[in-house]
């Protein structure tokens, strides 16, 4: 699947392996790839000790990542402290539904 991401597009792969991508192990569910605009989504199987509701914590991972290429993407990479700070990038992909849905109900989104 891919999509544009300010003017570049990326693609991004779910049900991805670690051994396909080792990256995985250390940086568990997903990363973001700026130098290949690549977004690698982990393979998400349920077991004992997974999340009971997988398909919803997938694409939280998937906005989480979506947010780390749009600040790389903006032009916030290494020297911003901020837009490096997980804590932020997680709050935007945790409370940006939340915020698009009262924006949509107040009818205040972008044409
Ligand atoms: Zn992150």
Request: with cysteine.
């Amino acid at each position: 699947m891919k999509v544009n991401v300010l003017g570049t597009e990326y693609e991004i792969i779910s049900d991805a392996t670690a051994s396909e991508y080792p990256i995985l192990e250390s940086h568990a569910d997903g990363f973001c790839d700026f130098t290949t605009k690549k977004i690698v989504i982990a393979e998400m199987k349920p077991d004992d000790y997974s999340m009971k509701d997988l398909k919803s914590y997938e694409k939280k991972v998937v906005r989480h990542e979506l947010v780390h290429a749009f600040l790389y993407e903006s032009g916030l990479d290494v020297n911003s402290e901020w837009a490096r700070n997980e804590e932020i990038v997680d709050w935007i992909a945790l409370q940006f539904p939340k915020m698009n849905k009262a924006f949509e109900e107040m009818k205040v989104m972008c044409d």
